[in-house]
C-alpha cells in the first residue's frame, strides 16, 4: 500500500508523538500557552526533527552498523553540535527567519522527542525517504497537538476555574481529553 | 528534631520536593511506561541507577571537570549509564526490555537527571550528592509506581499482574491507554495540590493562633 | 553560588582534553558492557525465534533460515540486513514439514508483526504468534491473548486467500472466525497474511524439492544447495 501515506498519516494522528508517545512534553506544558508562541516552537522542531533524520540515517548507514552500542551516544552528540551549526549558519544567512525560530533551537536539541524520533526511526529500519516523511509527520504532529493545547488553554485563561485545579493539574487533563479524541484516528488504514 | 544534613537531602526527595508531583520533572519517559506496575518498576529502577550513579561520579569529579564543558561532561557520563542499563535490562529481563522498547534510552533526556547534576551533585560532595540522588530518585520511582497501580488497577483490574476483583469487574480501557497517563497525573497532581492548599491554611491558622496568644 | 571550582578559566586544551577523556572511559565502560552481555543477549533472541518458530509449525524440531536468491531459496546462517527470511521447520529426522513466514503490516494502532507456519504440501495454515502489536489493550490485543482465535489458525487453507468472517459464521475451510470487538485487528492479521503468502509462493519451490536440513553451524552440505 501506500507506505509514505500510512508512515506520515501514523506519525501525525494515529500515533502523535505527544498524545500517544508522551514525548516533548515538556515544551509542550511550559510554552503552549500563547498560539504565537506555539506555532514557531512547532515549525522549530518541525525542522529539527528533518536534520534529525538525517543524520541519524547517515550515523546509521556509516558508522553504526559496526558499532551499535555507539548508538546513544552517537545521536546525542551529533544531533546537538549540528543543531548548533546550523543556528549559526541561519542566523548569518536569514536574520528573520532566525528571530522566527532561533531562540528555540537550543532549547529543542535537548528534547526527548528529537531523540525518541532518531531512535524510533532506527528501530523501525526507516530508509532515508521514509525517515524524512516520518520526521516531517511527527514534527508537522507535534505542531499540531501544541497549538490545539494553546488554543484551549487561551480560552481557559478567561473562564473562572476552581484555583485548586488551574495549572498543569488542568493542563494534563485538557492533554488527556485532547489524545482520547485523537484515539479515534486508531484504525484509519485498517478498515480499508 | 535534630538536622542531619544528609538525611535531609535524601528526604526532601521523597515527598517535600517530589521530582514527578511537587517538580513536574521528567514526565516523558515516565507518563509512556507506567501502564502496568511492573514496568513502571522497571523504568523506575532504571533511572534509579542512571541518576545515583551520575551524580556519583559528577560530584566526585566535579573539581576536575571545567566549568565551559560541564553540560557535555554530564551528558557523555548520563548516556554511558543508560546504555549500561540499557543492555543490562536487554540481557537480564528481555521480556520487560521489549515492553519499555525505545523509553530505555529516553532516559537520557529526561530533564530530572540532567537538572541534579547542574543544580547539585556539580556543587556538593560526594556523600551528599548521592543522598540526594537517592532521595531524588525513590521519589520518582514512588511516583511511578504509583502511577502504574493506579493504571494497572483500574484499567486492568491486576497488581503486577495478578487480578483482584472477580470476574464481573469490567475494565477501564482507557486507564492504560495514552489519555489514562494525563488524566491519572492531573488528577494526583490536583490531589497535591488540595493538600497543600490545606497544610497552608492549617499553618496560618496556628501562626494566626500563636499571634493572639502572645 | 559555589560552581564548580575552577581557579582562572583553562585552556582550550584542557577543554578539549577533558571531552576526549571522558569520551574515551565512557567508549571503554560501554565497550565492557557490549561485550559482556551480547552472548546472552544473542542467545535470548535465538531462543525467542526457536520457540515462536516452533509453536507455529506444530511437530517441528529443527529449524534453519533460508532466504531467496538468485531464484531458489538458500540456507544461510546469518542473513544480510534489510533480505527477507523464512525459517524452514524439520522434524527430528530431518524431514521438512513447513515454512514459519514473518509478516507484518498496519494494524488498528500501530504496525503488526506475525509469524506464521505454512505447510506448502497441504496448502495450509497450520498456526500463527503474534510477535509485535501494540493493538488495543482489551480489545484489539485478542490477536494473541484470544486462545480460540489462535487455534483458528491450526488449520486453515490459504488458497485462494483467508477471509476473516463473522463469529459463528465460518463454513470453508478458508475462513475464519473473526474475534467479536477486534474485528479490525483480526482483519489486520489476515490480511497481512494473505499479502505475505502472495509475495512467498511465487519464490517456493515446489512441495517436495524443498532445501533440505543442514546441521546448523556447520559448513553446508551440497545437497542443500
Same mark, same amino acid.
Given at each position: 500500500?501506500?507506505?509514505?501515506?500510512?508512515?506520515?498519516?501514523?506519525?501525525?494522528?494515529?500515533?502523535?508523538?505527544?498524545?500517544?508517545y508522551? *514525548?516533548?512534553?515538556?515544551p509542550?506544558l511550559?510554552?503552549?500557552?500563547?498560539?504565537?508562541?506555539?506555532?514557531?516552537?512547532?515549525?522549530?522542531?518541525?525542522?529539527?526533527?528533518?536534520?534529525?533524520?538525517?543524520?541519524? @540515517?547517515?550515523l546509521?548507514?556509516?558508522?553504526?552498523?559496526?558499532?551499535?552500542?555507539?548508538?546513544? &551516544?552517537?545521536?546525542?552528540?551529533?544531533?546537538? +553540535?549540528?543543531?548548533?551549526?546550523?543556528?549559526m549558519?541561519?542566523?548569518?544567512?536569514?536574520?528573520?527567519?532566525? /528571530?522566527?525560530?532561533?531562540?528555540?533551537l537550543?532549547? $529543542?536539541?535537548?528534547?526527548?522527542a528529537?531523540?525518541?524520533?532518531? &531512535?524510533?526511526?532506527?528501530?523501525?529500519?526507516?530508509?532515508?525517504?521514509?525517515g524524512?516523511v516520518y520526521?516531517?509527520?511527527?514534527?508537522?504532529?507535534f505542531?499540531?497537538?501544541?497549538?490545539?493545547?494553546?488554543?484551549?488553554r487561551?480560552?481557559?485563561?478567561l473562564?473562572?476555574?476552581?484555583?485548586?485545579i488551574?495549572?498543569?493539574?488542568?493542563?494534563?487533563?485538557?492533554?488527556?481529553?485532547?489524545?482520547?479524541?485523537?484515539?479515534?484516528?486508531?484504525?484509519?488504514?485498517?478498515?480499508? | 528534631?535534630?538536622?542531619?544534613?544528609?538525611?535531609?537531602?535524601?528526604?526532601?526527595?521523597i515527598w517535600?520536593?517530589?521530582?514527578?508531583?511537587?517538580?513536574?520533572?521528567?514526565?516523558?519517559?515516565?507518563?509512556?511506561?507506567?501502564?502496568?506496575?511492573?514496568n513502571?518498576?522497571?523504568?523506575?529502577?532504571?533511572?534509579?541507577?542512571?541518576?545515583?550513579?551520575?551524580?556519583?561520579?559528577?560530584?566526585?569529579?566535579r573539581?576536575?571537570?571545567?566549568k565551559?564543558? /560541564?553540560?557535555?561532561?554530564?551528558?557523555?557520563?548520563?548516556?554511558?549509564?543508560?546504555? $549500561?542499563?540499557?543492555?543490562?535490562?536487554?540481557?537480564?529481563?528481555?521480556g520487560?526490555?521489549?515492553?519499555?522498547?525505545?523509553?530505555?534510552?529516553?532516559?537520557?533526556a529526561?530533564?530530572?537527571?540532567?537538572?541534579?547534576?547542574? #543544580?547539585f551533585?556539580? /556543587?556538593?560532595p560526594?556523600?551528599?550528592?548521592?543522598?540526594?540522588? $537517592?532521595?531524588?530518585?525513590s521519589?520518582?520511582?514512588?511516583?511511578?509506581?504509583? *502511577?502504574?497501580?493506579?493504571?494497572?488497577?483500574?484499567?486492568?483490574?491486576?497488581?503486577?499482574g495478578?487480578?483482584?476483583?472477580?470476574?464481573?469487574?469490567?475494565?477501564?480501557v482507557?486507564?492504560?491507554? !495514552?489519555?489514562?497517563?494525563?488524566?491519572?497525573?492531573?488528577?494526583?497532581?490536583?490531589?497535591?495540590? @488540595?493538600?497543600?492548599?490545606?497544610?497552608?491554611?492549617?499553618?496560618?491558622?496556628?501562626?494566626?493562633?500563636?499571634?493572639?496568644?502572645s | 553560588m559555589?560552581?564548580p571550582?575552577?581557579?582562572?578559566s583553562?585552556?582550550?586544551?584542557?577543554l578539549?582534553?577533558?571531552?576526549?577523556i571522558?569520551?574515551?572511559?565512557?567508549?571503554?565502560a560501554?565497550?565492557?558492557?557490549?561485550?559482556?552481555?551480547?552472548?546472552?543477549?544473542?542467545?535470548?533472541?535465538?531462543?525467542?525465534? /526457536?520457540?515462536?518458530?516452533f509453536?507455529?509449525?506444530?511437530?517441528?524440531?529443527?529449524?534453519?533460515?533460508?532466504?531467496?536468491?538468485?531464484?531458489?531459496?538458500?540456507?544461510?546462517? +546469518?542473513?544480510?540486513?534489510?533480505?527477507?527470511?523464512?525459517y524452514?521447520?524439520?522434524?527430528?529426522?530431518?524431514q521438512?514439514?513447513?515454512?514459519?513466514? !514473518?509478516?507484518?503490516?498496519?494494524?488498528?494502532?500501530?504496525?503488526?508483526?506475525i509469524?506464521?507456519?505454512?505447510?506448502?504440501?497441504?496448502?495450509?495454515?497450520?498456526?500463527?504468534?503474534?510477535?509485535?502489536?501494540?493493538?488495543?489493550?482489551?480489545?484489539?490485543?485478542?490477536?494473541?491473548?484470544?486462545?480460540? @482465535?489462535?487455534?483458528?489458525?491450526?488449520?486453515?487453507? &490459504?488458497? !485462494?486467500? &483467508?477471509?476473516?468472517?463473522?463469529?459463528?459464521?465460518?463454513?470453508?475451510?478458508?475462513?475464519?472466525?473473526?474475534?467479536?470487538?477486534?474485528?479490525?485487528?483480526?482483519?489486520?492479521?489476515?490480511? $497481512?497474511?494473505?499479502?505475505?503468502?502472495?509475495?512467498?509462493?511465487?519464490l517456493l519451490? #515446489?512441495?517436495?524439492?524443498?532445501?533440505?536440513?543442514?546441521?546448523?553451524?556447520?559448513?553446508?552440505?551440497?545437497?542443500?544447495?
Amino acid at each position: 500500500m501506500d507506505n509514505f501515506l500510512w508512515i506520515f498519516v501514523s506519525a501525525l494522528l494515529v500515533n502523535n508523538f505527544v498524545l500517544t508517545y508522551f *514525548l516533548g512534553l515538556c515544551p509542550f506544558l511550559g510554552v503552549s500557552n500563547s498560539l504565537e508562541t506555539s506555532a514557531r516552537l512547532g515549525l522549530a522542531t518541525t525542522f529539527v526533527m528533518l536534520v534529525t533524520a538525517v543524520c541519524a @540515517w547517515l550515523l546509521n548507514t556509516y558508522i553504526l552498523v559496526h558499532a551499535p552500542y555507539l548508538r546513544l &551516544i552517537c545521536f546525542i552528540v551529533v544531533i546537538a +553540535s549540528t543543531v548548533q551549526f546550523i543556528e549559526m549558519l541561519i542566523k548569518k544567512l536569514s536574520p528573520a527567519l532566525f /528571530r522566527a525560530m532561533g531562540i528555540f533551537l537550543p532549547l $529543542i536539541t535537548t528534547n526527548c522527542a528529537i531523540l525518541g524520533l532518531a &531512535i524510533f526511526a532506527t528501530n523501525r529500519g526507516y530508509g532515508f525517504w521514509q525517515g524524512i516523511v516520518y520526521a516531517l509527520g511527527a514534527g508537522i504532529g507535534f505542531t499540531l497537538a501544541l497549538v490545539l493545547l494553546a488554543g484551549l488553554r487561551e480560552e481557559s485563561e478567561l473562564s473562572d476555574v476552581p484555583k485548586l485545579i488551574k495549572g498543569t493539574a488542568m493542563n494534563l487533563i485538557i492533554a488527556g481529553i485532547l489524545s482520547m479524541a485523537f484515539m479515534g484516528f486508531a484504525g484509519l488504514f485498517s478498515t480499508t | 528534631m535534630k538536622k542531619n544534613p544528609s538525611r535531609e537531602e535524601l528526604l526532601k526527595g521523597i515527598w517535600r520536593d517530589n521530582p514527578v508531583f511537587v517538580q513536574v520533572l521528567g514526565m516523558c519517559p515516565m507518563l509512556a511506561v507506567t501502564n502496568s506496575a511492573i514496568n513502571a518498576v522497571a523504568m523506575g529502577m532504571a533511572t534509579f541507577f542512571v541518576l545515583v550513579g551520575s551524580s556519583f561520579l559528577v560530584s566526585t569529579f566535579r573539581h576536575l571537570i571545567p566549568k565551559q564543558v /560541564r553540560i557535555s561532561c554530564f551528558i557523555i557520563i548520563i548516556a554511558t549509564f543508560v546504555t $549500561i542499563a540499557d543492555y543490562t535490562l536487554l540481557a537480564l529481563v528481555p521480556g520487560v526490555h521489549k515492553e519499555l522498547g525505545a523509553f530505555i534510552p529516553l532516559i537520557v533526556a529526561n530533564c530530572l537527571i540532567l537538572g541534579r547534576q547542574e #543544580a547539585f551533585a556539580s /556543587r556538593y560532595p560526594t556523600k551528599l550528592a548521592v543522598m540526594d540522588a $537517592i532521595g531524588m530518585a525513590s521519589g520518582f520511582v514512588l511516583a511511578l509506581l504509583s *502511577l502504574g497501580s493506579v493504571r494497572e488497577i483500574l484499567g486492568d483490574g491486576a497488581l503486577f499482574g495478578i487480578k483482584l476483583f472477580g470476574e464481573n469487574f469490567e475494565p477501564w480501557v482507557i486507564m492504560i491507554l !495514552p489519555p489514562g497517563g494525563f488524566l491519572t497525573l492531573g488528577v494526583i497532581l490536583l490531589f497535591f495540590n @488540595w493538600f497543600k492548599s490545606k497544610k497552608d491554611e492549617f499553618l496560618e491558622e496556628v501562626a494566626a493562633a500563636q499571634r493572639s496568644e502572645s | 553560588m559555589n560552581a564548580p571550582a575552577n581557579t582562572g578559566s583553562p585552556g582550550s586544551l584542557r577543554l578539549v582534553s577533558t571531552l576526549a577523556i571522558a569520551g574515551l572511559l565512557s567508549g571503554i565502560a560501554i565497550i565492557g558492557i557490549y561485550e559482556s552481555t551480547l552472548p546472552t543477549i544473542t542467545l535470548n533472541k535465538a531462543r525467542e525465534l /526457536r520457540e515462536a518458530v516452533f509453536k507455529v509449525l506444530p511437530g517441528v524440531s529443527q529449524m534453519q533460515a533460508l532466504v531467496h536468491r538468485d531464484g531458489e531459496l538458500v540456507v544461510v546462517t +546469518s542473513p544480510d540486513k534489510d533480505e527477507p527470511v523464512i525459517y524452514g521447520g524439520h522434524d527430528e529426522q530431518g524431514q521438512f514439514v513447513g515454512y514459519a513466514v !514473518p509478516a507484518a503490516g498496519p494494524g488498528f494502532q500501530d504496525t503488526i508483526a506475525i509469524l506464521y507456519g505454512y505447510k506448502p504440501s497441504e496448502k495450509l495454515v497450520v498456526g500463527m504468534e503474534v510477535l509485535e502489536s501494540r493493538e488495543t489493550p482489551g480489545l484489539g490485543d485478542k490477536i494473541y491473548k484470544d486462545a480460540e @482465535w489462535v487455534a483458528g489458525f491450526g488449520a486453515l487453507s &490459504i488458497e !485462494p486467500e &483467508i477471509f476473516a468472517v463473522k463469529k459463528g459464521t465460518r463454513s470453508q475451510p478458508n475462513e475464519i472466525d473473526a474475534i467479536t470487538g477486534a474485528t479490525i485487528s483480526s482483519k489486520a492479521v489476515v490480511r $497481512i497474511i494473505n499479502e505475505a503468502h502472495a509475495q512467498w509462493s511465487a519464490l517456493l519451490p #515446489a512441495p517436495g524439492s524443498e532445501p533440505q536440513f543442514e546441521a546448523a553451524g556447520q559448513a553446508p552440505t551440497e545437497s542443500g544447495q
